[in-house]
């Protein structure tokens, strides 16, 4: 009997407890399983079927890829249509009036040229995208309110600062998220200027956001206004904000009386009972009224990285009828020059596995070819005996016959 064994006699008959688990073929792990000995023979093909199934996947997802047509076109340094030779960005930047909310009669536009091809009768998306907008700093994310968002309080609460309130009257929606908003108006016209391509809002939004994150609070009424939510007695709108919350999506036939739109030319020419929403429906095909306005829900979910595009617009079949120029009507009111940032319009179609994604079938044809190079580099390897014995051979191992003899 080995010391051990002895000392563990000694301790029952002393009556102490042992920790030592039973001798049990269970306890001490010597139940009968099934032990494969990994050699080149049983690997190996492992590594080349899973390689040539790599390349293969690889190889579908590239060809679907080249299907997606992608344009990108970049209109930061977009000339003023009323002065051509200023850049909107200067003119927002250098003229408080021009940022001023309360006098929408300043506005600036632009127009862009470009040529577009390979849309015909497709389905086409609109992005925008923001260059060096960190929407993932801490407290940019942290700022808002959910409840709020989902018309269950009228205040905010402390999530929402540096933008809860102002004075007695609380920001509806809250926060730094709700005013930083994408504000910048697109209409696409064809070689006619009289020809405007339709667009669609409905549906940009995730359809989880839509019918469950954002709601309006509840209101007597049809007008979502009249909620006491949105009375002006209690709430304003964010400083940023051209309109109050319950405006987002509202028609400018319904609201006109008379007033024109604001254009880059209304100050010039003295006008100044204009009015303007960058959210109207019936003119920007915003879709969905104050909380529930999906170009809002959109820009809520913020995005992880600083450069990032958004959905915005969707262009039905048909939209695009020729590979040619079409003229991009700007309403630039989103300021990017203070940080240095950068705008664009990204046009895009689909296909079964989304977006044009050139990283996912690169990934699988990386994956795929290193292991069929892996396994033809070890098979060469085993067939020169470049192994020092034959590989699972254990008819060397003597290492349970030392065992034995100790016992």
Request: charged share 20%.
């Amino acid at each position: 009997m080995s010391s051990s064994a002895g000392s563990e006699e000694a301790l029952r008959q002393r009556g102490v407890k042992s920790r030592r688990p039973a001798d049990s073929k269970f306890k001490q792990q010597r139940l009968a399983a099934w032990r494969p000995i990994l050699t080149p023979a049983s690997v190996l093909p492992w590594f080349a079927l899973v390689g040539v199934a790599f390349i293969i996947t690889g190889a579908v997802l590239l060809a679907e890829n080249k299907d997606v047509q992608e344009m990108e076109f970049d209109y930061t340094d977009c000339a003023s249509t009323a002065d051509p030779s200023v850049q909107c960005k200067d003119v927002l930047s250098s003229n408080s009036s021009f940022t001023d909310r309360k006098e929408l009669m300043y506005r600036c536009t632009c127009d862009l040229v470009v040529p577009v091809k390979g849309f015909i009768g497709k389905k086409v998306y609109l992005y925008y995208g923001l260059d060096n907008f960190y929407q993932n700093h801490r407290r940019y994310v942290k700022s808002r309110s959910n409840r709020q968002l989902r018309g269950k309080q009228e205040n905010g609460g402390v999530t929402c600062e540096p933008l809860l309130n102002n004075g007695s009257l609380a920001y509806a929606p809250c926060g730094l998220v709700a005013n930083s908003i994408f504000n910048d108006t697109i209409l696409i016209q064809k070689r006619d200027p009289s020809q405007v391509i339709p667009m669609t809002g409905k549906g940009i939004a995730w359809s989880s956001d839509v019918k469950v994150m954002f709601s309006n609070p509840p209101t007597s009424t049809d007008d979502i206004c009249d909620a006491p939510f949105f009375s002006s007695s209690t709430s304003i709108p964010p400083p940023n904000w051209p309109v109050p919350a319950c405006k987002l999506g509202e028609n400018f036939a319904d609201v006109q009386a008379g007033r024109p739109l604001c254009t880059d030319t209304s100050a010039e020419n003295g006008i100044t009972n204009c009015i303007y929403n960058p959210w109207y429906s019936d003119i920007f095909n915003s879709s969905g009224r104050g909380y529930e306005n999906e170009d809002f829900i959109v820009w809520m979910r913020v995005a992880a990285l600083p450069d990032f595009r958004k959905l915005w617009r969707i262009v039905e079949s048909g939209g695009f009828d020729y590979d040619g120029d079409y003229t991009f009507k700007i309403d630039y009111n989103f300021p990017v020059a203070d940080f240095g940032g950068r705008k664009k319009i990204i046009l895009t179609t689909t296909n079964a596995i989304g977006g044009d994604n050139t990283f996912l079938p690169g990934c699988y044809l990386a994956v795929g070819i290193l292991s069929v190079l892996s396994a033809a580099v070890f098979f060469v390897v085993q067939q020169q005996g470049g192994y020092g014995r034959k590989l699972g051979d254990v008819t060397d191992l003597h290492w349970h016959e030392h065992v034995h003899s100790e016992k």
